[in-house]
């Protein structure tokens, strides 16, 4: 045995002593990264970073539709929100995609930064292209209409679970996860079609398009009337009549389009 006061009595009595306070140190610090992520904080490092694509329905110039990718990447970062894209979209999209982070969080309980606008100890990077790579001009993107879809991806990043790759959604999303109205239903349906999916979500009250149809009057030889009436198409008649496979079905809020997408 040791005794007391000798030099090396000292130091063992030392080390023991750091070896204790190490472990009660490292103990509180294990229990307070528990409790952060117990409150929605997450650790966010080179080992997990998410990522996730989704499709998303646009229209084009010429008013025809067409599917685009948008891929949502979350790394360790300082809560900025980046976009980079081809074709260029502009600032109402980048709005929807603060509006769809901020639902997201909610969603999934994951803390933001200190704006409100980004993920706490992360940045979020949406990256949209065309399935070809090719520069087209797009109208729809360029606004709000991919929000829902936005929510979806970053649900999904986040929570590392799949989507479903035959289900295309379009609408906008509002900060209480309510899916609002979107442009185009009838050319984002042919797109979606196109690609093959088998269901297509839009917003309430949107399986019901009014189109117009021209209508000419010849009240007497030499003189015509031509006229533009409106008629209401039912999305599913019209894929039955036309011979596609695609199911168009309405979503109210972002936990239903959560049902249907995510596996």
């Known amino acids: 045995m040791f005794q007391r006061g000798t030099g090396v009595g000292k130091v063992i009595l030392g080390l023991g002593t750091s070896f204790i306070l190490g472990l009660l140190v490292g103990a509180g610090v294990f229990s307070h990264?528990?409790?952060?992520?117990?409150?929605?904080?997450?650790?966010?490092?080179?080992?997990?970073?998410?990522?996730?694509?989704?499709?998303?329905?646009?229209?084009?110039?010429?008013?025809?539709?067409?599917?685009?990718?948008?891929?949502?990447r979350i790394f360790p970062g300082e809560g900025r929100v980046l976009v980079d894209t081809s074709p260029l979209v502009g600032f109402d999209f980048q709005y929807a995609n603060i509006t769809a982070l901020k639902v997201a969080c909610d969603i999934t309980g994951i803390a933001r930064d200190e704006d409100g606008e980004g993920i706490k100890g992360a940045d979020v990077l949406f990256i949209v292209c065309t399935p070809t790579g090719e520069r087209v001009e797009v109208q729809a993107i360029d606004g709000p209409s991919a929000g829902a879809i936005t929510a979806i991806a970053l649900i999904a990043a986040i929570e590392n679970r799949k989507v479903r790759r035959d289900v295309v959604l379009t609408g906008t999303i509002q900060e209480d996860g309510t899916i609002g109205p979107v442009g185009g239903i009838l050319s984002k349906a042919q797109a979606?079609?196109?690609?093959?999916?088998?269901?297509?979500?839009?917003?309430?009250?949107?399986?019901?398009?009014?189109?117009?149809?021209?209508?000419?009057?010849?009240?007497?030889?030499?003189?015509?009337?031509?006229?533009?009436e409106p008629v209401v198409v039912d999305l599913n008649e019209y894929a039955e009549n036309h011979g596609w496979a695609i199911r168009i079905e309405e979503v109210s809020n972002i936990e239903e389009v959560m049902e249907k997408i995510l596996e």
């Open 33 to 72: 990264l528990l409790h952060l992520e117990g409150a929605g904080g997450r650790i966010w490092s080179v080992e997990n970073v998410r990522e996730t694509s989704v499709p998303i329905a646009a229209v084009r110039s010429d008013g025809a539709g067409m599917i685009c990718q948008l891929t949502v």
């Open 192 to 228: 979606a079609e196109e690609i093959g999916a088998g269901l297509f979500l839009v917003p309430p009250g949107q399986s019901k398009v009014v189109t117009y149809r021209q209508v000419t009057y010849q009240p007497f030889p030499g003189f015509q009337w031509v006229t533009w």
